[in-house]
């Protein structure tokens, strides 16, 4: 199908014409039809030669009407612009040319209509003449007179060519369906309409509303006023909607594909036609079928900062146009450039976003994104429309090459550098590196974590702080002869503390594998459980608690935990009447 709106002044025949090629009328309001003038949207359609379909979108010419004219153009790449052979080019011929031009239409005709009045050449001249500037400066142009039917059948002709040079659509990417209708039937509730122009659209299909992020489902769909069960691009498409009431949906909301848009109330914006700072600090920004008021801050010569009234689902390379409702006229043309843009915050910021602006194009380019983020969400380049090409580093994170490098060196500095203030810890804390590095998610300092540094429990170890710290080692070295001595009698905390082992010293040495902790401060050396084994298997089996004391010659105080380590273990298995006897 072929979606095009109308444009031009108010009473050059636009409706008139869309009237003589479908025999339908646009007019929808009795309002319309007593003043003869369009007020807003109409719809309409007809066969082509070719056997497709042409739906047509009229829009109102006057100048008090321009807002609903863009809510028809915003969503439809191509356009039919009128121009009367009896009255020529008009402000309004200007202002949705230049609101067309905003907007990068560049697919469309240039239809003189009333030819049958005067000569349509002058006006045919001037309007070519003031096309030329713009993307539209290359349509075809055809005279008609819709009372005569004059030049229909070369325009419907026309129609067709200008159908065979449209992009192909993509119908399996995400849906964005600009609402420019919303109305109830009875008997089916919600009904809204747009422009389907990629995505595809099924009954039973789930989607989102982008104003409040609820779930809406497609009781049923209609095309040209059909039932269908799918709607493919490019296609005017009537949705029946469950689950949302008429009062909750209007025009210039919009239903999303779930997960593949985030709607953002900030975006960095390029602008064409007029210079930044001359701009008003309030304005309207008119995308898809929304016309909403922002604020302007200026970051370059020609690039700005939006502030949205309400958030609208806007991906990187949507066309806009900002317009001055008081003085009714279009400002400038907008390329999004950015939707999820940096805070400036700190002097200078501003100057440096505008260079990185500057730089940028409005074309979804990944490798570039990546290398300006640094990190980012796999989820948030999908929804401000940039396509993922590479795997996560952790998580759903994405990282640049370059920028991971050098977290990875910050990471071993850090780490190096927390060894040597904290001797005696275990390592460096995740959640202090997650800090330290200004990440924001931990798991990316797990991910960061390569050979020689390791992950243990929580920590990153530096190379080489498995060994002992030379304090530790010393006290270690004092207690040596208790143990070499008496393996199983673990030294009180008098003797440990004389010798220097302190509870962040006894802390290092279990974490280094020097002591074994049975309890609290009852310390034995590492290879204590086994030596008790020996010990215990020449004792007649099964043996109590007390002839396990006595053979290993310590205390209760050591032999309790030790026997229950061993039952842990499996070296020895404790008997109903608490006796053990040792596992083979």
Wanted: hydrophobic share 45%; proline share 8%; charged share 25%.
């Amino acid at each position: 199908m072929l979606v095009v709106a109308t444009a031009g002044h108010v009473d050059h025949g636009k409706s008139t014409l869309v009237r003589a090629l479908t025999g339908m009328e646009p007019d929808r309001w009795a309002e319309e039809r007593r003043r003869g003038m369009t007020i807003d949207l109409g719809f309409a359609w007809s066969s082509l030669p070719s056997g497709r379909t042409v739906a047509f979108v009229d829009v109102p010419g006057h100048e008090r009407f321009v807002p609903n004219m863009l809510a028809g153009v915003g969503p439809v790449a191509a356009a039919v612009v009128v121009v009367a052979a009896d009255a020529g080019w008009m402000p309004q011929s200007a202002e949705h040319l230049a609101a067309l031009d905003a907007l990068g239409v560049g697919y469309g005709l240039l239809v003189v209509t009333r030819a049958d009045l005067a000569d349509p050449a002058a006006a045919l001249a001037r309007a070519r003449s003031e096309l030329a500037a713009t993307a539209l400066a290359a349509v075809e142009a055809v005279t008609v007179s819709a009372v005569t039917g004059a030049g229909l059948p070369d325009l419907r002709a026309a129609l067709d060519r200008l159908a065979d040079r449209m992009p192909v659509p993509v119908p399996d990417g995400p849906v964005r369906f600009w609402v420019d209708r919303c109305f109830t039937v009875r008997g089916s509730g919600t009904v809204v309409t747009g422009t389907l122009g990629a995505g595809r659209l099924r009954v039973g299909d789930e989607l989102e509303l982008a104003g409040s992020g609820e779930p809406v489902r497609i009781r049923g769909l209609h095309r040209l006023g059909a039932a269908c069960d799918e709607a493919v691009p490019v296609a005017r498409v009537a949705v029946n909607l469950r689950g949302v009431s008429r009062d909750r949906i209007s025009r210039g909301d919009a239903l999303l594909t779930p997960g593949r848009f985030r709607p953002t109330d900030l975006v960095d914006v390029r602008l064409a036609g007029v210079a930044v700072a001359e701009l008003p600090v309030t304005l309207t920004l008119h995308v898809g079928s929304a016309a909403v008021p922002v604020r302007v801050r200026p970051l370059g010569v020609d690039t700005a900062r939006l502030r949205l009234s309400r958030p609208l689902p806007l991906l990187i390379g949507d066309r806009a146009l900002l317009r001055d409702p008081g003085r009714r006229y279009v400002a400038g043309g907008v390329t999004v450039l950015d939707v999820l843009p940096p805070r400036l915050a700190r002097r200078g910021a501003a100057a440096a976003r505008a260079a990185v602006l500057a730089t940028l194009d409005g074309r979804p380019d990944f490798a570039g994104e990546l290398s300006r983020r640094g990190l980012v969400r796999v989820g948030d380049l999908v929804r401000a429309g940039v396509p993922v090409t590479d795997t996560p580093v952790a998580g759903d994170w994405l990282a640049d090459p370059e920028h991971w490098r050098g977290l990875g060196d910050r990471l071993a500095g850090a780490v190096a550098e927390y060894a040597r203030t904290h001797p005696l810890a275990a390592g460096a804390p995740v959640e202090e590196l997650r800090r330290h590095l200004d990440l924001p998610d931990r798991s990316l300092v797990e991910a960061l974590v390569r050979p020689p540094l390791r992950l243990i429990a929580g920590r990153v170890v530096a190379p080489g702080a498995a060994g002992l710290p030379e304090p530790v080692a010393r006290a270690l070295a004092l207690v040596s002869e208790d143990y070499a001595a008496h393996p199983f009698r673990a030294p009180d905390a008098d003797r440990l503390a004389a010798v220097g082992l302190g509870t962040r010293e006894i802390g290092a040495a279990v974490r280094a594998g020097a002591l074994l902790r049975l309890t609290g401060n009852v310390l034995l050396l590492p290879g204590a459980p086994q030596q008790a084994v020996r010990v215990l298997t020449g004792l007649p089996q099964p043996f109590t608690l007390s002839a396990a004391r006595q053979a290993l010659d310590t205390t209760r105080r050591v032999a309790v935990p030790l026997l229950e380590l061993l039952d842990r273990q499996g070296l020895t298995r404790r008997l109903p009447d608490d006796a053990r006897v040792v596992v083979d």
